[in-house]
């Protein structure tokens, strides 16, 4: 039987796939340049750093990217002091 491991912190994405991600978002932000210029901008330059690094190093780089989006969005829903269950968890953790 296969061996079915679900990761959320490792990058099953490809080079190709990264690389149309990014051009979406860049075909997205041009429909109003002027407003989107600086996501324009900087979305080009990230683009260029994908096509020019290897997938090994793209691999380990967007996964700690990944793996950081979790903590950090664990992390600001924690700080939301109107969430109820967040501070339920705020409570039990001065109790530590």
């Known amino acids: 039987m296969e061996n ?6 490792k990058l099953n ?14 075909t997205e932000w041009k429909k109003n340049k002027r ?3 600086k996501y324009i901008l900087a979305g080009s330059i990230m683009r260029a750093q994908v096509n020019i690094t290897s997938e090994d190093v793209l691999k ?3 996964g700690k990217i ?6 950090l969005n664990y992390n600001n829903a924690k700080a939301d002091k109107n969430d109820k269950f967040f501070e339920t968890i705020r409570k039990l953790n001065k109790n530590d």
């Open 4 to 9: 079915l491991e679900l990761n959320p912190d």
């Open 13 to 26: 994405l490809t080079k190709k796939d990264l690389v149309d991600f990014l051009d979406s978002c860049l």
């Open 35 to 37: 407003a989107n210029f």
């Open 60 to 62: 380990e780089i967007w």
């Open 66 to 71: 990944i793996e950081w989006f979790y903590e």
